[in-house]
């Protein structure tokens, strides 16, 4: 089954830890997202890359950081300095173009900083 | 960057009654405007999507129209049923960024 996956589903932290979300996608697409989803706010994209070996800041980048070493893997690290992390965050991916085309989501992973 | 407003924030209706959601954008360049639909606890999935040089698409209940003018563009449910509860968002993009509104509530009561 061709598909994203996300983990952990839930993770708690503690303040002033770095925590890293992990997500694979098995649908050799070039393109990774990862968007943060909070009540009331729709999604806000946080990095995207599209290809390996290369990232750009979405709109909320600042207290995030992400890698990109191979096309199956784009992890997601909320450092010590995102002031409010807790939140759901949301992996996706697609085929870039021209133009933009669908978007593939995992089922997200929730973070609460206790 | 595009800014997406999308209304109404929740909305109740009767099985079997229609449900449209309305969504404004601001950057006259976006060119495609998908909707997706978020069920409890997953990650949102693809319904319809339009672009920018068509004015109405349909798929069995569900359709979207685009007013390019405007700025503005809708999704529509008929006959709508229980399993179209959910959480539904639209989304404005031009290249390689989507923009999503906030999100509309859709209940269905039986």
């Known amino acids: 089954d061709g598909g994203i996956t996300q983990s952990p589903k839930y993770l708690f932290r503690k303040e002033g830890q770095n925590v890293t979300l992990s997500c694979e996608q098995n649908l050799n697409h070039d393109a990774m997202y990862w968007y943060r989803q909070d009540p009331g706010q729709g999604l806000r994209l946080i990095y995207y890359s599209q290809i390996v070996n290369d990232f750009q800041k979405g709109d909320i980048a600042e207290g995030y950081s992400v890698s990109r070493e191979k096309k199956e893997s784009f992890p997601l690290t909320v450092t010590s300095a995102q002031k409010n992390p807790t939140a759901f965050y949301l992996c996706?991916?697609?085929?870039?173009?021209?133009?933009?085309?669908?978007?593939?989501f995992g089922e997200g992973s929730r973070l609460t900083v206790l | 960057g595009e800014n997406v407003e999308q209304h109404p924030s929740t909305l109740s209706v009767q099985e079997g009654d229609s449900a449209v959601i309305k969504c404004t954008y601001s950057?006259?360049?976006?060119?495609?405007f998908p909707w997706y639909k978020q069920e409890l606890g997953k990650g949102p999935q693809l319904i319809i999507d339009?672009?920018?040089?068509?004015g109405e698409k349909k798929d069995q209940r569900i359709a979207v129209t685009l007013n390019k003018t405007a700025k503005h563009f809708s999704l529509h449910i008929t006959e709508t049923q229980p399993e179209d509860s959910a959480v539904y968002f639209c989304?404005?993009?031009?290249?390689?960024?989507?923009?999503f509104g906030a999100g509309t509530t859709v209940t269905v009561r039986a």
């Open positions: 996706a991916s697609s085929i870039p173009g021209i133009s933009t085309g669908e978007l593939f």
């Open positions: 989304a404005a993009s031009y290249y390689y960024k989507l923009s």
């Open positions: 950057d006259s360049a976006s060119n495609y």
């Open positions: 339009i672009r920018s040089n068509v």
